[in-house]
C-alpha cells in the first residue's frame, strides 16, 4: 500500500492527509475522539500535533497512531481487494 506524505489536522477532530500515489482527501475521526487512548486529543493542541512517522503511521506523541492501511481506504473509498489483491484469499487460508 502506498504510504502517507503530509498529513494536516482540519477542525472536527479530521485530518487531510496525501499519500504517495497523489491521493488525497479528509478523514473524519470524530467518533474516536473522548475514546480511549484518544481521550488526549481533549486538547485541541495534541490533535493538531499529527504527523507521520518514518514507518508510515500517522502518529500523535509516541502513545498513539493509526494504521496508514486503513486510512488510505478511508481517503479513496477502495477496498481491500482493489489495492492489495489476493489479501481476501491470504486471511481464508491462515
Not at 69 to 78: I, M, N, W
Request: charged letters at 25%; glycine letters at 10%; one cysteine or more.
Amino acid at each position: 500500500m502506498t504510504r502517507p506524505i503530509e498529513v494536516k489536522p482540519r477542525n472536527g477532530f479530521r485530518l487531510w492527509l496525501r499519500f504517495a500515489d497523489g491521493a488525497e482527501g479528509v478523514v473524519d475521526l470524530s467518533r474516536l475522539a473522548g475514546r480511549g487512548v484518544f481521550r488526549c486529543w481533549a486538547n485541541a493542541d495534541a490533535f493538531e500535533a499529527v504527523r507521520v512517522a518514518e514507518h508510515g503511521a500517522v502518529v500523535w506523541g509516541d502513545d498513539v497512531e493509526l494504521c496508514p492501511d486503513a486510512l488510505y481506504l478511508k481517503v479513496t473509498g477502495k477496498a481491500v481487494d482493489e489495492v492489495m489483491p489476493g489479501a481476501a484469499q491470504l486471511l481464508c487460508n491462515a
